[in-house]
């Protein structure tokens, strides 16, 4: 008969049962997550519209600012006594004047500070305040991660508070494209992982970290398929931790940041700027957006394929390039000898007329 080390199953009363235990250690560490930022957009007038449409113009109402709140959900893991949490990036993401409302099991609310983040990891350290310490989660003792031991899953799924879910580690170094990023070595579980569970800790039965959910790595697929989840694995998760409270507390420096334009630079030898509207029409572009190029590193990548300075560039792989703050977080993932398909528009004077030619062309990292 199966026992867990106490006696027959049957006679453990529901008091001692390793779940239960499990979930009183961890609940009191578990936080929901309330985010809510402002969206700005500038929107033209309708009766500009109209009279420019069908009267070539009017008198100009100028364009009005739309500042919309976009609300989220989520779930953290408090990490320390003095009020770190650990939770998602894309549940934290930053945007002009985000509030982050934490909530905790005893159901206090409390105000956040976001202080670290990492999208390429998807992992966020935000700060709450306590005058006195806070139960926490001990990210030093990890589970074994073993296939088929069971997890169970706290959070805020779909606002339904402090939540548990129980099931078992199905496979581990799994990988994910999501949107244009690809995660490897991902834990995958059939535990309940819904929207609001991002963020929350997946753990064994003996309450040690097994790895952090993520709702949004749950629902990528964009297929019809249930008991299919996914989390970041603890041991990632732990160092990533310890080396953000370390930046935040001024024990160790930031490592320096390496944005995609600047990836672009030592993979392809391409340097990129944002084009402006005068400068689209100045090189020949009649308005089009797009990168420009700046210069070509001689003997590049870029170089041997042809792409000259004062060129367009209009897409890398599948999406549209349209600034240099929108180019795919893929392009910061890259590695040495990996190819990018990138489009690239030229414009040539021809007389009173400008030939605009595009192309397509397979740059190989170095």
Known sequence: MLGFGVGPLWALSPQEEPIVKA??????????????????????DPRDIFFERYFGGGVSRGNRILQTPVQNLGSGA????????????????????????????????TEATLLRDDDLLDLALIKIESPT???????EKLSPNLLGQTVLVLGNPVGYESSVSAGILSAKDRTLRIGDLTMEGLLQTDAAINPGNSGGPLVDVEGNLVGLSSAKMAIAQNLPVESIGFAIPGERVKRWVEEAISIVEGKIKAPATRSAAVVLKEKFGLSLKDLTPQESLQFGYAGRLGLLVAGVDKGSPAEEAGIQKGMLIVGLGSVPCRSLGELPRSVRQLKGGESVRVTVLGATPQGNFVAMRSGTVELKAR
């Open 23 to 44: 979930v009183e250690k961890v609940r009191p560490a578990v936080v929901n997550i309330n985010t809510e930022r402002i969206i700005t957009q500038e929107v033209r």
């Open 133 to 139: 310490p806070l139960p926490y989660l001990n990210i």
């Open 78 to 109: 408090i990490v320390s006594p003095d009020g770190y949490i650990v939770t998602n990036q894309h549940v934290v993401d930053k945007t002009a004047k985000l509030k982050i409302k934490v909530t905790l099991a005893d159901g206090t609310d």
